[in-house]
């Protein structure tokens, strides 16, 4: 199984950053895949899905700021974050929805902070 997150960094409230996700093929042609996040002191959280065939879903808290996508060649799944807030900072994972693997892989760690 590889999972393997990017992209992830400090930066100020209201800007950006687009995480990426390299998922093994045999996992990522079938399955529909998500972002998940757990800040400090938090239980991990789903922030957004996309199926298969490209349709997305997304947790209440990022709708209208998040856009996942994903990239069936690449075997990649995108997070652009936009508009970014201090309540957003978390250790983002990639992994299948709505089952996802027991491994979580090493994650990318999102700091929003001036």
């Known amino acids: 199984v590889q999972l393997q997150a990017s992209g992830g960094g400090l930066v100020q409230p209201g800007g950006s950053l687009r995480l990426s996700c390299v998922a093994s093929g045999s996992i990522f042609r079938l399955n529909s895949m998500a972002w998940y996040r757990q800040g400090p002191g938090k239980q991990r959280e789903l922030v957004a899905a996309?199926?298969?065939?490209?349709?997305?879903n997304y947790a209440d808290s990022v709708k209208g700021r998040f856009t996942i996508s994903r990239d069936n060649a690449k075997n990649t799944v995108y997070l652009q974050m936009n508009s970014l807030k201090p309540e957003d900072t978390a250790v983002y994972y990639c992994?299948?929805?709505?089952?996802?693997?027991?491994?979580w892989g090493k994650g990318t760690l999102v700091t929003v902070s001036s």
């Open positions: 992994n299948k929805w709505p089952l996802p693997f027991g491994y």
């Open positions: 996309i199926n298969s065939g490209g349709t997305p």
